[in-house]
T-cell receptor, first 115, second 119 residues
Framework: AQSVTQLGSHVSVSEGALVLLRCNYS??????LFWYVQYPNQGLQLLLK??????LVKGINGFEAEFKKSETSFHLTKPSAHMSDAAEYFC?????????????FGKGTTLSVSS | DTGVSQDPRHKITKRGQNVTFRCDPI?????LYWYRQTLGQGPEFLTY????????KSRLLSDRFSAERPKGSFSTLEIQRTEQGDSAMYLC?????????????????FGEGSWLTVV
């Protein structure tokens, strides 16, 4: 079964520092991969998605992620953190062209940004 | 495009009562999903509609849960005889896509969720 593992339930960075949120997936077939962000008391907003085109995916708010098949990873990065980036981040997987749930989410990583 | 709308945003109910949540998807979207999210966890899939047809249900959806999408537009999620373990946020999402169950490639948009507290 497909799944994602987010390493680190909580990541703290200083404003202006590099943001790195880790996600590893488990899938027997090439998956679609996603990063969503959730602000307090709000729904989820799509940051970016990988759908088997370019392995380096650029998203909104300066975030990007790189699909590495050899490492089964899809880590999210941002060169310089901003206070407004503080939120919960979820990695998700959808098996390519297979019946089943549309998205399977990881447990999330809370990003804190300090000034 | 007004986004995915959910109502109510917050509901407090006594154990044993029934509750119903409504979701209005983005108007041109034919796919609709319900997820449940508990504190400290990612969203967990509950059920999926393609137009009015309920194509998939998770094992999380016990017989106390029922979802409908009668005209292929809005959807309702009803929980009967609520239990404290049902306390969670219920998220609705929608997307466009061809018939079938696989991911369509189109963005899945989420609503802001309906918080349920069972006391």
């Amino acid at each position: 079964a497909q799944s994602v593992t987010q390493l680190g339930s909580h990541v703290s960075v200083s404003e202006g520092a590099l943001v790195l949120l880790r996600c590893n997936y488990s899938s027997s077939v090439p998956p679609y991969l996603f990063w969503y962000v959730q602000y307090p008391n709000q729904g989820l907003q799509l940051l970016l998605k990988y759908t088997s085109a370019a392995t380096l995916v650029k998203g909104i708010n300066g975030f990007e992620a790189e699909f590495k098949k050899s490492e089964t990873s899809f880590h999210l990065t941002k060169p310089s953190a901003h206070m407004s980036d503080a939120a919960e981040y979820f990695c998700a997987v959808s098996p390519y062209n297979q019946a089943g749930t549309a998205l399977i989410f990881g447990k999330g990583t809370t990003l804190s940004v300090s000034s | 495009d007004t986004g995915v709308s959910q109502d109510p945003r917050h509901k407090i109910t006594k154990r044993g009562q029934n509750v119903t949540f409504r979701c209005d998807p983005i108007s041109e979207h034919n796919r609709l999903y319900w997820y449940r999210q508990t504190l400290g966890q990612g969203p967990e899939f509950l059920t999926y509609f393609q137009n009015e047809a309920q194509l998939e249900k998770s094992r999380l959806l016990s017989d106390r849960f029922s979802a409908e999408r009668p005209k292929g537009s809005f959807s309702t999620l009803e929980i009967q005889r609520t239990e404290q373990g049902d306390s969670a946020m219920y998220l609705c999402a929608s997307s466009s896509g061809l018939l079938g169950r696989g991911y369509s490639g189109n963005t899945i948009y989420f609503g802001e969720g309906s918080w349920l507290t069972v006391v």
